[in-house]
């Protein structure tokens, strides 16, 4: 197995970071500092240099400093798949008659797009922001789980992302009175064949994941999970041919054109996917699940995750773990810093109290984090 480690990592204009920069060789690299510090802004740096739009989903221009010209950058010596790289990504400053283009480059050379990072390294995150995952919407778990499967095919997204311009091409087809049948059939054919493909992913990563889920289940100090794709599509796929599948949507997408077109949207497919996830020590949902032990189970969940990309990829993942730490009783951290060494993983970890990463050990190092400036302890 490869891990996935960052040695270098700069922010020039990225948040409240002007110009900022860290080096080192922990396996465990703890950022400390109050709140507001930064912390949270320095791992979303790092989160770009992975498909998407980072841990906070956020727009380009949002994470421009607002005391520079709107410009911004990140840049890594990360050693990963295929050994040491520089991979880096930002944006020029904006122009009024241009679109933001994020550029993306490894080894200073240009490439098409982030994805190409994830030939080097993969990438796993859990923030504050998904502690609401088992009792929030369902767009929000089918988004959680979509993050999971990129972490194993980082073509996940562009898949996703062709899916939802075809389904808009549609919805716009079907605003006009008079649309034209064929046409409307050959968008439902594109539609159909990429909704398969992106169902067909998620159902072979669900059915993994629930192997590496029940691998861990005595194992791991943190609660397993039992996990379900609701979803006809991700469950048809698993007993029939994705052909016969792909032709019975393309007939739902032809008769519910009416219906469509009055709702304004596509009324039936995977973009509507939802994720269920089972308490598996009580045997209840997650989302009657107290607090602590939806924050217990999300770990395990995110731990087994892991553990998946190493074994389908051979790549370790970096893990950027935002507050998880303390939120623990001391018992439960000691355990969750021996998981992960156990899995190898270089983790970058935040918090207010340094006291909560007096236990990462030898392999560990802290960060002093304030105003924007990054400092280690050594």
Same mark, same amino acid.
């Given at each position: 197995m490869t891990p996935s480690r960052i040695h270098r990592l700069t922010l020039t204009h990225f948040r409240n970071y002007r110009a900022a920069g860290l080096e080192t060789a922990a396996d465990m690299v703890a950022l400390v500092g109050p709140n507001g510090a930064g912390k949270t802004n320095c791992i979303e740096a790092i989160s770009f240099l992975s498909p998407g739009r980072g841990l906070r989903r956020a727009t380009l221009e949002d994470v421009a400093d607002n005391q520079g010209d709107?410009?911004?950058?990140?840049? $890594?010596?990360? @050693?990963?798949?295929?050994?040491?790289?520089? !991979?880096?990504?930002? &944006? /020029?400053?904006?122009? %009024?008659?241009?679109?933001?283009?994020?550029?993306?480059?490894?080894?200073?050379?240009?490439?098409?797009?982030?994805?190409?990072?994830?030939?080097?390294?993969?990438?796993?995150?859990?923030?504050?922001?998904?502690?609401?995952?088992?009792?929030? $919407?369902?767009? @929000?778990?089918?988004?959680?789980?979509?993050? !999971?499967?990129?972490? &194993? /095919?980082?073509?996940? %997204?562009?898949?996703?992302?062709?899916?939802?311009?075809?389904?808009?091409?549609?919805?716009?087809?079907?605003?006009?009175?008079?649309?034209?049948?064929?046409?409307?059939?050959?968008?439902?054919?594109?539609?159909?064949?990429?909704?398969?493909?992106?169902?067909?992913?998620?159902?072979?990563?669900?059915?993994?994941l629930t192997g590496m889920l029940n691998a861990r289940a005595q194992a791991s100090a943190f609660p397993s999970a039992q996990i379900a794709l609701d979803g006809w599509m991700e469950n048809a796929l698993l007993t029939e041919t994705a052909t016969s599948v792909e032709d019975r949507y393309r007939q739902i997408l032809r008769d519910n054109r009416p219906r469509d077109a009055i709702a304004g949207r596509t009324t039936d497919g995977p973009h509507l996917t939802d994720l269920q996830v089972i308490y598996a020590p009580k045997s209840m949902p997650a989302r009657d699940a107290s607090t602590g032990e939806q924050k217990a189970l999300l770990i395990g969940l995110v731990l087994a995750h892991a553990s998946l990309v190493a074994e389908m990829t051979g790549i370790v993942p970096l893990l950027l773990l935002d507050e998880v730490v303390a939120h623990l009783d001391p018992n439960r951290r000691a355990a969750l810093f021996d998981e992960l060494r156990k899995l190898g993983a270089q983790v970058w970890l935040t918090g207010a109290d340094p006291a909560a990463f007096a236990e990462i050990g030898a392999g560990g190092e802290v960060f002093d984090v304030e105003s924007g400036q990054v400092s280690s302890r050594r």
């Open positions: 709107g410009s911004w950058a990140v840049s $890594a010596q990360v @050693e990963g798949a295929l050994g040491l790289a520089t !991979l880096g990504t930002g &944006i /020029d400053a904006p122009r %009024s008659d241009a679109a933001v283009s994020r550029r993306c480059r490894i080894d200073r050379e240009p490439v098409g797009s982030a994805t190409a990072f994830g030939d080097h390294i993969r990438m796993v995150w859990l923030t504050p922001a998904m502690d609401g995952l088992f009792m929030g $919407a369902g767009s @929000e778990r089918r988004r959680f789980f979509d993050r !999971l499967v990129l972490a &194993i /095919d980082n073509e996940h %997204s562009s898949r996703i992302n062709a899916l939802e311009r075809s389904l808009r091409s549609r919805n716009r087809l079907l605003e006009t009175r008079n649309y034209d049948d064929h046409w409307c059939d050959a968008i439902e054919r594109e539609t159909a064949e990429l909704a398969v493909a992106v169902a067909a992913t998620r159902g072979q990563t669900a059915a993994r």
